[in-house]
């Protein structure tokens, strides 16, 4: 890829962690292997497509970092498996994100912006101009959409450029630099609002 003029690379790195024997070390060092592999082939950006589940994720997100990976790509998403009860039989679910699923990817990308060494970009439930937004406010460098276009056709990525474009002007900004990362949480005054796990709170009405 490098030698046909390839500006960069990204690394799509899927491993399922089901040997009740290997323990998490031993999965990420999987993915430290790969990385420095490839990072002494090549001279050109690599970027880590990876998934949200891992023990200790800040950690692990920092580690790939300093092993070379020039960008993290969050989140992949998995083949999503259903059942037929009525075959008993293994199938395939849907195969399209949806855009509820953009939190996921949001809130690690608010979380690790600014505190690692390397670029994020934000994946998975990405469908239009507002998603791309809030993904950039978060502090993602890159934004990319897949399901929304095989859904909805090419001429969605147009769609997605004029709703930034507009957005960007009603706020009086001129580029992107001037607002990505706004509400991350190295630059909110309650920082604390990312990490929140629990819905007690929302579901009687409390901020």
């Known amino acids: 890829m ?3 003029g390839a500006d960069g690379i990204e690394l799509n790195i899927a491993y399922l962690p089901m040997n009740i024997k290997r323990d998490s070390l031993e999965v990420e060092k999987i993915y430290y292997q790969i990385i420095e592999k490839i990072k002494g082939i090549v001279r050109i950006p690599v ?6 589940y891992f023990t200790s994720l800040a950690l692990f997100a920092d580690e790939l970092a300093r092993r070379g990976a020039d960008a993290l790509v969050l989140f992949n998403r998995f083949y999503q498996i259903d059942v037929d009860i009525e075959k008993m039989a293994i199938k395939s679910a849907h195969p399209f994100s949806r855009p509820e699923e953009i939190s996921l990817p949001m809130r690690w990308i608010a979380l690790l ?6 670029d994020l970009a934000g994946s998975t439930g990405i469908h239009d101009g507002e998603g791309v937004v809030k993904i950039l406010l ?3 460098k890159a934004v990319q959409i897949c399901s929304t276009l095989y859904e909805n056709g090419l001429e969605e990525n147009e769609q ?4 930034l474009k507009t957005w960007m002007k009603e706020h009086n900004y001129e580029s992107v630099e001037q607002f990505r990362g706004r509400v991350s949480r190295s630059q909110l005054e309650k920082p604390e ?3 929140r796990l629990q819905y007690i709170k929302a579901l009687v009405g409390i901020e």
């Open 160 to 163: 997605i450029l004029d709703y």
């Open 193 to 195: 609002l990312w990490e």
């Open 113 to 118: 912006s600014n505190e690692i060494q390397c």
């Open 138 to 140: 978060a502090g993602a």
């Open 47 to 52: 970027a880590v497509k990876i998934g949200p």
């Open 2 to 4: 490098e030698n046909a």
